[in-house]
């Protein structure tokens, strides 16, 4: 079983910054990508940026030059800076973690809890 927590939410204010935390841990043989979804309130959840175990990394249009994602050395813990943020950027945001566990080496595809991010004056 893999756990997946996120830290690090709150509220700013428009044009602030914040940076979300995520730790992935339990049985774990491989990562192979982590990464930040976000839903807003009475919307699917949609992807804000992946990073692959490569360091590889992918952006929503909708946060390219604002939000970064970056790892740890560890690859199994997982970081968003979020910049210049806009009222629209209030969601609730998840950690997902992907790759394959130690017990019987099946792929796991894992969930945070989420947490909020509300960005308002």
């Known amino acids: 079983q893999v756990q997946v927590v996120e830290s690090g939410g709150g509220l700013v204010q428009p044009g602030g910054s914040l940076r979300l935390s995520c730790a992935a841990s339990g049985r774990i043989f491989r990562i192979n990508a982590m990464g930040w979804y976000r839903q807003a309130p009475g919307k699917q959840r949609d992807l804000v940026a992946v990073?692959?175990?490569?360091?590889?990394?992918n952006y929503s249009d909708s946060v390219k030059g604002r939000f970064t994602i970056s790892s740890g050395s560890a690859k199994d813990t997982v970081f968003l800076q979020m910049n210049s943020l806009k009222p629209e950027d209030t969601a609730v945001y998840y950690c997902?973690?992907?790759?394959?566990?130690?017990?019987?080496?099946?792929?796991?595809?894992?969930w945070g809890q989420g947490t909020q991010v509300t960005v308002s004056s």
């Open positions: 997902n973690a992907k790759g394959v566990n130690n017990r019987n080496y099946v792929s796991f595809d894992s």
């Open positions: 990073i692959s175990n490569s360091g590889s990394t």
